[in-house]
C-alpha cells in the first residue's frame, strides 16, 4: 500500500505560470484535502472534498481550484502563479469527514520566482 | 472558525525527561482533537488522537488529555529519546453540524530538541 502519492516533489515555477498538483490515495478513503504549509504557520487548508463529487473551500483558497478526479484522485491547480504561493503542499485523506484521522503525502515543494 | 493555539513554539529537553505541549481551541463543538509528529522534510504523522467523550489517552510514553470545560488539550511525553525530536502539531475538528466539520484547524506546531 502506497497510501497518499503527490506528484510532483519539487517544482520551479515563473510568476504568472499555471501548473497542477496531483494525488492520489489507494485506502479507499471518501474524503481528500489540500493543505500548504509554511514556516511558523503549521498547516492551512485550501480546498477538501468530503466525497467523490463534492468540493469546498478551506481557510485559504484564493489563487487555487481543484479537482476531485475519482475517488482515488484530487488534484490542485495554480492558475497564474504568484510568490506567495511558494510554499509546500500536502494532501491527505481521511475514511470519512469529520472525526477520522487523516494520512498524508509526502508533499510537494513548490518555489514561485 | 476553529482556532487553535498551541505552546510553546520551542521545547529544549534532556534525554529521559518529560515534555509537555499544550494547546486551546475556540470552538466548544469541536469533539475530536489529533496530535501529528513531523520529522525534518517528512510528513506530518499521526501519533495519538483523542475523542471529546473521553479526558485521557495513553499509548506507550505519549499521553494526550482533554479538558472540555476549559477547552484546552495536551500531549505528554515521557522518558523522552533523541528520536522524539521533531515538529509537534495539535489539531481540532468537528462532527456534523459543527463550523468545522470535517475540517482541521493546526496550531502553530511545537519544536521539540531532545538532548543525548
Known amino acids: 500500500n502506497a497510501g497518499v502519492t503527490q506528484t510532483p516533489k519539487f517544482q520551479v515555477l515563473k510568476t504568472g505560470q499555471s501548473m497542477t498538483l496531483q494525488c492520489a490515495q489507494d485506502?479507499?478513503?471518501?474524503?481528500m484535502y489540500w493543505y500548504r504549509q509554511d514556516p511558523g504557520m503549521g498547516l492551512r487548508l485550501i480546498y477538501y472534498?468530503?466525497?467523490?463529487?463534492?468540493?469546498d473551500k478551506g481557510e485559504v483558497p484564493n489563487g487555487y481550484n481543484v479537482s476531485r478526479l475519482n475517488k482515488r484522485e484530487f488534484s490542485l491547480r495554480l492558475e497564474s502563479a504568484a510568490p506567495s504561493q511558494t510554499s509546500v503542499y500536502f494532501c491527505?485523506?481521511?475514511?470519512?469527514?469529520?472525526?477520522?484521522?487523516?494520512?498524508f503525502g509526502d508533499g510537494t515543494r513548490l518555489s514561485i520566482l | 472558525g476553529e482556532n487553535v493555539e498551541q505552546h510553546p513554539s520551542t521545547l529544549s529537553v534532556q534525554e529521559g525527561d518529560s515534555a509537555v505541549i499544550k494547546c486551546t481551541y475556540s470552538?466548544?463543538?469541536?469533539?475530536?482533537f489529533p496530535w501529528y509528529k513531523q520529522e525534518l522534510g517528512k510528513r506530518p504523522q499521526l501519533i495519538i488522537d483523542?475523542?471529546?467523550?473521553?479526558g485521557e489517552k495513553k499509548d506507550q510514553r505519549i499521553a494526550v488529555t482533554l479538558n472540555k470545560t476549559a477547552k484546552h488539550f495536551s500531549l505528554h511525553i515521557t522518558e523522552t529519546q533523541p528520536e522524539d525530536s521533531a515538529v509537534y502539531f495539535c489539531?481540532?475538528?468537528?462532527?456534523?453540524?459543527?463550523?468545522?466539520?470535517?475540517?482541521?484547524?493546526f496550531g502553530q506546531g511545537t519544536i521539540l530538541t531532545v538532548h543525548p
Open positions: 470552538d466548544s463543538a469541536s469533539n475530536y
Open positions: 491527505a485523506s481521511s475514511e470519512v469527514q469529520g472525526v477520522q484521522p487523516q494520512h
Open positions: 489539531a481540532a475538528s468537528t462532527g456534523a453540524g459543527g463550523t468545522s466539520y470535517g475540517k482541521l484547524t
Open positions: 483523542i475523542r471529546s467523550n473521553v
Open positions: 472534498s468530503a466525497s467523490e463529487g463534492t468540493t
Open positions: 485506502m479507499n478513503h471518501n474524503s
